[in-house]
């Protein structure tokens, strides 16, 4: 490679760090103006923006409607617990029994604690308060590029799942990164999730979805399915459709009583689980999927939907 042209990588490689670095400066600044609003003026503001509709608190029909209305006047201490990836486990072991949790293999505040040495050579590592965010799975540790890894766990952890679309819950957890073991299905070769939408310990329908994490970014593909594995008569247009059709897993009425028990009591929350070598284990609970933003289609089902959740079980001092 002559000078020439490694004196112009080096530059476009300069003006590349330059303009991330602005890029972040200025998500920064965004955030911090932001931050000034109230919950409620920022929910309008970003409901209007997302779904081209006016945010109506007052007397809310449509689903993700009621999610921000939710989001708003249903706050539990319970639920910071519950979206914890680190503290959920314990919690959710006293419901459903600690063979559905999957093994933790650490926990650590910030990326440099992480020992690498001491882990076996595959699991995942991840940030416990967001949705994938600087999130590495490890298939193979002899090919880890552990510095770049660092970097973007302790870039995930500065994320602010609560500014991003005011989800409760999320605002007080306290940031941690946790090692899990390495979980695949030997049949499918892969992990694939079953997100059941629950209302009042009531599941109605899930999605399956197989995600896929590119550099730290979370690219799913999700289908909806009716509880007796018929497709289900609605969509999501941020989402490609799942690629093939996929047999009900044995254990599919297990999963049912699982996220059952796991929603009792709760106007509305997504409640996800795998299906892994013939064992049921529990992966996350969702209060707000898509923040509350991605409208069902065709929209009489967004409407159709959200008269399933039931908002008069929550405090009437609650109400707007």
Known sequence: MNKELKIKIRNISNRSKVLSELYELASELKDKINARMSDEEYL?????????KELNLHDPKGFNEKLQWLKLYNRKPEYTIMVDKV???EYVSQIIGSEHIIPTLGVWSDADEIDIDNLPQQFVLKCNHNSGSGMYI????SKMNIKQIRRSLNKGLKSDSF???????????PRRILAEQYMVDQSSKSLIDYKFYCF???PRFLYIALSNYTNGKKNDVLSYINLDWTPAPFFRTDHNPFPYSLNKP??????????????????FVRVDLYYINGQVYFSEYTFS???GFNEFKPYEWER??????DLSQVKDDALP
């Open 250 to 267: 044995d254990k599919f009425d297990e999963m049912i009583t699982i996220a059952a028990k796991l929603s009792e009591g709760i106007p």
């Open 304 to 309: 159709e939907i959200g008269s399933w959740i």
């Open 163 to 173: 500014y991003a679309s005011r989800e409760w819950p999320y605002k007080n957890v």
């Open 138 to 141: 490890c298939t193979d540790k």
């Open 289 to 291: 999927p898509g923040g």
């Open 200 to 202: 009042n310990g009531n």
């Open 87 to 89: 503290l959920a486990k």
């Open 44 to 52: 309008k503001m970003m409901f209007k923006k997302k779904t081209g």
